[in-house]
């Protein structure tokens, strides 16, 4: 069974602090991993496909980085505008559908 | 384009009760999901169909779950009777097959069930 978990849970950080969020993953053959940003009262808006070992994507502060058993969000030097929910989800070849983790709510503290 | 819509925002209703929740996708995406998202267990796949035909409904919670689409532009999810562990957003999705699973999501429905 595919299996997605992100840590930490929750994280608060104060403006300007970099910090990274983790996201751990089992699956029978990626296909792709996905990254979301959930606003309060939202659905999840879409940010980056990765689908190889050692592939980056950048977008303004946030930087994701795969490796074959978990994948990183960097964030640098946050603004409050950063604060949301992150989502990450995997799908597995035969264009099945996605599998989400839970999430990391994130505050930035101006 | 005015992407996923979703109706109604919130639904409140008493246990027993049927709650029908409607999608409308964006034009010309020809796959359709229903997710449920919860506190304890994250985003849930319910549901989802291609080209209007359901294709995985392995994650309807029991038989008072029911979801159609009668055409390329609207889906339903029926839950007959209601109950209050089904208290949940209940979120529809869309995407166009080779769109690399960026899903596009609606707002969501905050159902609560009394």
């Known amino acids: 069974e595919d299996q997605v978990t992100q840590s930490p849970e929750a994280l608060r950080l104060q403006e300007g602090e970099s910090s990274s969020l983790n996201c751990s993953y089992t699956?029978?053959?990626?296909?792709?991993l996905f990254w979301y940003r959930q606003d309060p009262g939202k659905g999840p808006e879409f940010l980056f496909t990765l689908y190889s070992a050692g592939e980056e994507k950048e977008k303004e502060r946030l930087k994701a980085t795969l490796t074959k058993k978990e994948s990183f969000l960097h964030i640098t030097a946050p603004k409050p505008e950063d604060s949301a929910t992150y989502l990450c989800a995997v799908q597995a070849r035969g264009n099945t559908p996605l599998v989400f983790g839970k999430g990391t709510r994130l505050s930035v503290i101006a | 384009d005015a992407g996923v819509i979703q109706s109604p925002r919130h639904e409140v209703t008493e246990m027993g009760q049927e709650v029908t929740l409607r999608c409308k996708p964006i034009s010309g995406h020809d796959y359709l999901f229903w997710y449920r998202q919860t506190m304890m267990r994250g985003l849930e796949l319910l549901i989802y169909f291609n080209n209007n035909v359901p294709i995985d409904d392995s994650g309807m919670p029991e038989d008072r779950f029911s979801a159609k689409m009668p055409n390329a532009s609207f889906s339903t999810l029926k839950i007959q009777p209601s109950e209050p562990r089904d208290s949940a957003v209940y979120f529809c999705?869309?995407?166009?097959?080779?769109?690399?699973?960026?899903?596009?999501f609606g707002s969501g429905t905050q159902l609560s069930v009394l």
């Open positions: 699956v029978s053959g990626l296909r792709g």
């Open positions: 999705a869309s995407t166009i097959q080779g769109g690399g699973e960026k899903l596009f």
